[in-house]
């Protein structure tokens, strides 16, 4: 995938490049909002990474252009200031996703997979299905082949978010966002100890799709569920 | 900044203010009735005195040059008695001895000038009177007493008008400090709204002074003058936090680039080094994220959905979240009694609360420490209790480790700041967070009014 990045500090820029091309994407890199609106409208990007604080033009000001454009890029809102109302506001504002400096570099390429990929994601509701492995959302029961197994509503969340990004890595931070909409970090395992009550049901059921990876987060194979 | 009870704002209590002023009022009615009832007796009694006098010199006016004597003075008393069988005056004349000479009135001589005397009038009853007593040339002493119906019934009056005007007084009094008092708490209602929502944490609002006059419009204005001062120094303080963010973040965001690149590109031997120096900076920039969120709860700029929100969902709801954690450090989390109580709270707030207090118990107490949460209504509204069997606290640590970077005594983990989190998203509920020991063990008890007002339910439950 082909991502733009608008950063000014040459450090943290180079950080992001050098990351991103590790996870296999390529980068473009604008300094300024206007040298980013130019690069825009030169060639299309999967998704942006976006300096909030610039030394031309405010990040946000970068979005509203880009959007009252008709460009539905998604943005990858990057940024210093990290209260739950700077990340209300950028949200607001048209970014799809909001991440505080300092931030991880595996964090960061998930979250832009996910937003890149976000107009294939599975509409919220349906009914989740993946190779044999089924969750029916009105008894909170997952089935595979001819076992169910019912589960408790956290870990029912959890498997449901993950089926619905299948094959793409979810970090911690998203989990603890769209599972439990927590704004505030917990100190204590609260992910690593409900992920492990969730492999162990499912485990039970003899299929754990579920893949950890070490430091970053959960990936659910859907050729495990065959 | 403390806040203002709910009660005052709808009815503000005046009962005592009234009924001092009403009091005082009274005191001072009661003053100027007395004044002017001893005026009027003044003046009545100079008129007897008068009279006295103006009789006296009647009755000892010379004869033909010659001084009146005791026979022409006792046969003008004969003479009155004859004439006069009702009068408001009696006549007595005593001889040199003392023996009266003419007149009927029962009394002894009295000293001469004017005094007040008692006799016996109709027969039976004991009447007052006024005398005036002189000495003639003869060595006999005439008496003259008057007994005033005029003053009598101004004495017998007294204490009736004197009530009567304490006790108008007093209802009077009253009524004008109650009126008084309802058109300043008119006045005061706005003021008194804003104050709610500036301790409520909006600083944009200000006091409307366009239906206020005199020392109510001098008043709000000056005190839209403290909030303009206020707001500016939250504001002031506020891009330091973002400044000061802004400033921390950027090169940590470097710092740890740096250090990714040395775990991934690095001599093996130091690549441990590496990650425990990337460990600290994450514990670092923790802090700073919650010390910035402390911040935000205390002055108010959490930007909460404030809503009403049902306890029990979102208790169960954390504890099914929780007993894994707590689990799996060898512990057991039990869920009591759960009544169900709405609050008006953020449920972000109350989930961090409660996340904060179960991760205490999760990583301050030993392992097979038993934890028991549950919630209960009383009449103030709910009381959710987190009680753990661990060690506990010591006395003094209890009142302590509320306060941001003070922490229990035999731990050294953490931020030092989540029980000030705690605490901080508790008074911003308008609750209260108390700890206690359970002997053994730790009992944390968090107070919040209900709210049963009917309205939306906010289910806090699963968010996905």
Redesign the interface.
């Known amino acids: 995938m082909r991502f733009l990045i608008v950063e000014d ?1 040459p ?2 820029a ?2 992001i490049v ?2 991103l091309g ?1 996870h296999g994407h390529e980068t473009t890199l604008a300094q300024t909002g206007s040298e980013a609106i130019l690069m825009l409208d030169r060639r299309p990007h999967d998704a942006i990474v976006l300096d909030r ?1 610039l030394p031309d033009i405010n990040g946000l000001s970068v979005i509203d252009h880009v959007r009252r454009q008709g460009n539905a890029v998604p943005v990858l809102m990057l940024s ?6 700077d990340r ?1 506001e950028g949200l607001e504002v048209g970014a799809d996703d909001y991440l ?6 595996d964090e960061l390429a998930a979250r832009l997979s996910a937003i890149a990929r976000r107009n294939v994601s599975r509409p ?1 509701g349906s009914r989740l299905q993946v190779g044999r492995l089924e969750l029916d959302p009105s008894s909170h029961r997952a089935r595979y082949r001819d076992a169910s197994a019912a589960l ?3 870990q ?2 959890l498997l ?2 993950l089926m619905r990004n299948t094959d793409r890595l979810v970090t911690r931070s998203m989990l603890l966002e ?13 992910v ?3 992920m ?2 969730l492999r162990t049901a499912l485990l039970a059921l003899g299929c754990d799709p579920i893949e950890t990876q070490r430091g970053a987060g959960y990936i659910l194979r859907s050729d495990r569920c065959a | 900044m403390r806040l203002i009870p709910r009660a005052l704002t709808r009815s503000p209590r005046v009962g005592r203010l009234a009924i001092q002023f009403g009091m005082a009022f009274a005191i001072a009615m009661l003053a100027v009735g007395m004044i002017g009832f001893s005026a009027a007796d003044a003046w009545v009694l100079s008129r007897i005195d008068a009279s006295l006098r103006y009789h006296t010199a009647k009755y000892l006016q010379p004869v033909d040059g010659h001084g009146a004597d005791d026979a022409a003075v006792a046969a003008k008393i004969l003479d009155w008695q004859r004439r006069k069988v009702l009068s408001e005056r009696t006549y007595v004349l005593f001889g040199r001895d003392g023996a009266r000479i003419a007149g009927r009135l029962d009394i002894g001589p009295l000293p001469p000038g004017f005094s007040d005397v008692r006799f016996l009038g109709g027969g039976r009853n004991y009447q007052e009177g006024r005398a005036l007593a002189t000495r003639l040339p003869s060595g006999s002493l005439l008496v003259i007493v008057q007994h005033s119906e005029a003053a009598a019934s101004l004495h017998a009056l007294l204490p009736g008008v004197v009530l009567a005007i304490s006790l108008v007084a007093l209802v009077m009094g009253v009524s004008a400090t109650f009126l008084f008092a309802r058109l300043t708490a008119n006045r005061l209602a706005e003021t008194q709204s804003t104050a709610d929502a500036i301790a409520a944490g909006d600083l944009s609002r200000r006091i409307p002074t366009d239906r206020l006059d005199g020392m109510f419009a001098v008043q709000a204005n000056s005190l839209n003058r403290m909030i303009d001062r206020m707001e500016e120094l939250v504001r002031a303080q506020r891009l330091f936090s ?1 400044n000061l ?2 400033d921390l ?2 090169p ?7 250090l ?2 040395g775990v ?1 590109d690095g001599d093996p031997a130091l690549s441990g080094t590496f990650e425990r120096a990337e460990r600290e ?1 994450a514990s670092i ?2 802090i700073f ?1 919650a010390l ?2 402390l911040a ?1 709860i205390e002055t108010g ?3 909460s959905a404030m809503g009403t929100l049902s306890l029990r969902p979102l208790i169960e ?1 954390v504890a ?3 007993d ?2 707590i ?2 450090r060898g512990g057991t989390l039990e869920v009591g009694r759960l009544d169900d109580v709405a609050i008006t709270g953020d449920s ?1 707030l109350i ?2 609360l409660l ?1 904060n207090l179960l ?1 205490n118990i ?2 301050h107490t030993p392992v097979g420490t038993r934890a028991r949460l549950s919630l209960e209504r009383d009449a103030d509204g709910a009381v959710i209790t987190i009680r753990d069997d661990g060690p506990g606290l010591a006395a003094g640590d209890l009142a302590r480790v509320t306060r941001p970077f003070e922490r229990g005594a035999s731990t050294t983990r ?2 030092g700041l ?1 029980l000030a989190i705690a605490q901080a998203i508790v008074r911003f509920h308008r609750g209260r967070l108390d700890l206690a020991d359970a002997a053994p063990g730790l009992e944390v008890r968090v107070r919040i009014p209900a709210n049963d007002s009917p309205g939306p339910i906010v289910d806090a ?4």
């Not at chain 2, 940590?252 to 740096?258: H, I, P």
């Not at chain 2, 439950?461 to 996905?464: F, I, K, Q, S, V």
């Open positions: 500090d450090v943290i180079e950080h050098a990351g590790l604080l210093a200031l990290g209260s739950v109302k209300i505080a400096k300092p931030f991880d570099m919220e408790n509503r956290k029912y969340s449901a978010h769209s599972v439990w909409a927590y704004s505030f970090s917990p100190t204590t395992n609260i690593e100890s409900n492990s009550r | 973002s963010a802004h973040r950027t940590l965001t470097r710092l740890r680039g740096m990714a690149r991934a900076c920039i923790a994220d910035l969120r935000e700029r959490h930007p709801d099914d979240t929780m894994p954690v689990a799996d972000d989930n961090q996340i991760e999760a990583t953490g931020s989540g439950g699963a968010a996905a």
